[in-house]
């Protein structure tokens, strides 16, 4: 189901929208021009992670060094820092070993990204981490597939699994911004 | 077996005076200034041990104790001395007299070079100095130092301990210009002994945080007279604190809990048992790693409990071995039959 979500002019670079449709609170990124969308829950403990402060990435291989890279694309939750790429809703940094819960993740990008982290890449090789070293973290957080049509901005939510839900989905409609 | 930490009594002061230059030996014989304090402990209390020669040594730690090598450290309290010459020439005079009447004359028994802490770069030349003359294999470092360990200030000095392949080993005391608890200056001994555990994992978090092992990445830490037991608890913090704050330092790439595993090793004596002992063995497990402790008997100094009766009898067959032999020989790379 596809919903309307913004005037594509109202998020500026490096700006987000939070906005509520079926019944979820969803962040609408920015990023040079390319939007991405993230559901506005931390799979780690359900802190409001689209409210968190967006950073560049950083690494650094003796103290004192850093390598910055000002792309802004790494959402911290404002609960206990976890870092997730806004590109791939994957998150990073945190070894498997640190034995959090693994957080099953809904959507079909999501899926995938899951998939991805079960087969254990080896980090060093991992072409898709931020910066070199950084290590693929045990969450996904959800992610929407986000469409500019003309001048709006529509988030696609994948259809529930049940008929309840799916007209739930179907009646909560257009959408509504929360901020 | 390796006992991982024996002590060799210090020198008295006309020990070395032929080992130092002639105006030192006369300033101490003109002067006041009579070299180091003496002991960490109250004299003659039971923990400040006994003084015995190489033949009591010999005696206990070799033929009645059972090791093959023994790791032995002088606490001459050169960081005590605040004239910076004055540390300097009894810590080359101290590392002389140990080489001398200790380490060459006693094959089985390894030593640890004395540094002026409070210089880190006199320090990083007495290493220098030491590193390749035969029986040194570490470093002393007195826990409690003016600045924390981790600071820039000392990351050259650990520059050059990796580059000298000695271990770095950290041990309890100290006599900085600092207070030895983290709130200040305390009134009683006991308020002291107990907040080094504190001091241990101040320097812990030091080092890791502050990149040493970054910079270093092939530098190896032995703490000695810890404790072990709040180890994990305070793992479990700092790697959870990281998670948080890690992009300050971001060349902490990994769990701090991982560096430690990599880099630093833990003597067992003196012990902080739990009224219930069994319960140690859980303590143990907590630490994540079978590669960490070494067994070390601070011989000459009597604690209260025997940390090796009673923690390697509760320990697996297995366990037991790596921590009386196989980890120390791992870590300090001695063979079999302990040579390096």
């Known amino acids: ?179 | 077996m390796i006992d991982a930490d024996v002590h060799i009594p210090n020198p008295r002061l006309k020990d070395l005076f032929p080992l130092l230059p002639g105006h030192w030996v006369e300033h101490f014989d003109n002067t006041m200034d009579k070299g180091a304090s003496q002991e960490y402990y109250p004299p003659r209390s039971p923990v400040a041990g006994r003084r015995g020669g190489l033949t009591e040594l010999r005696e206990a730690v070799f033929e009645q104790g059972g090791a093959e090598v023994a790791i032995s450290s002088c606490l001459y309290a050169i960081d005590s001395i605040h004239n910076p010459d004055v540390a300097a020439a009894l810590a080359t005079a101290t590392n002389d007299w140990q080489a001398m009447e200790w380490l060459e004359r006693e094959r089985r028994l390894r030593g640890s070079v004395v540094v002026p802490i409070g210089l880190p770069a006199a320090a990083a030349e007495e290493v220098e100095r030491c590193a390749d003359r035969p029986g040194f294999v570490q470093v002393l470092i007195p826990v409690r130092t003016e600045h924390p360990l981790g600071s820039r200030h000392y990351h050259p000095l650990w520059k050059t301990i990796e580059e000298s392949g000695l271990v770095a080993a950290i041990h309890f005391g100290g006599a900085p210009v600092t207070p030895p608890t983290p709130t200040g200056w305390p009134s009683f001994f006991l308020e002291e002994y107990t907040a080094m555990a504190q001091v241990f994992a101040t320097q812990l978090t030091s080092m890791i945080v502050e990149g040493v092992f970054d910079a270093c990445p092939g530098l190896r830490v032995v703490f000695l007279e810890s404790g072990f037991t709040w180890i994990s608890a305070h793992l479990w913090r700092m790697d959870k604190e990281w998670r948080n704050l890690r992009r300050l330092v971001p060349w902490v790439r990994r769990p701090p809990s991982d560096y430690f595993r990599e880099h630093v090793r833990v003597g067992i004596q003196p012990l902080d048992a739990p009224p219930e002992p069994a319960q140690l063995c859980e303590i143990v497990d907590q630490l994540g790693s079978d590669d960490l402790l070494l067994y070390a008997s601070d011989y000459p100094h009597v604690h209260a409990c025997d940390a090796g009766d009673l923690l390697l009898r509760l320990l697996p067959e297995s366990l037991r071995r790596k921590i009386r032999s196989e980890n120390a020989r791992s870590f300090y790379r001695l063979s079999e039959g302990g040579q390096p």
């Open chain 1, 1 to 179: 189901m596809k919903y309307v979500v913004a005037e594509a002019s109202e998020i500026e670079s490096g700006g987000r929208k939070i906005v509520t449709v079926a019944g979820r609170s969803i962040g609408v990124f920015n990023l040079d021009g390319e939007f991405f969308a993230l559901r506005n829950r931390c799979p780690h403990q359900g802190g409001k992670l689209c409210e968190g402060k967006l950073w560049g990435v950083i690494r650094s291989d003796r103290p004192g060094d850093f390598e910055y890279r000002p792309s802004r694309e790494i959402l911290c939750c404002p609960w206990h820092g976890w870092e997730f790429h806004v590109r791939t809703g994957q998150s990073w940094c945190a070894p498997e070993r640190l034995r959090v819960r693994r957080y099953e993740v809904e959507t079909v990008a999501g899926e995938e990204i899951a998939e991805a982290a079960d087969a254990g890449a080896e980090p060093a090789d991992d072409p898709d981490a931020p910066a070199p070293g950084m290590v693929k973290g045990p969450y996904a957080a959800e992610t929407y597939p986000v469409t500019r049509e003309g001048e709006y901005l529509v988030v696609e939510i994948p259809f529930k699994k049940s008929r309840v839900s799916d007209r739930t989905a179907s009646r909560s409609g257009r959408s509504t911004a929360d901020r």
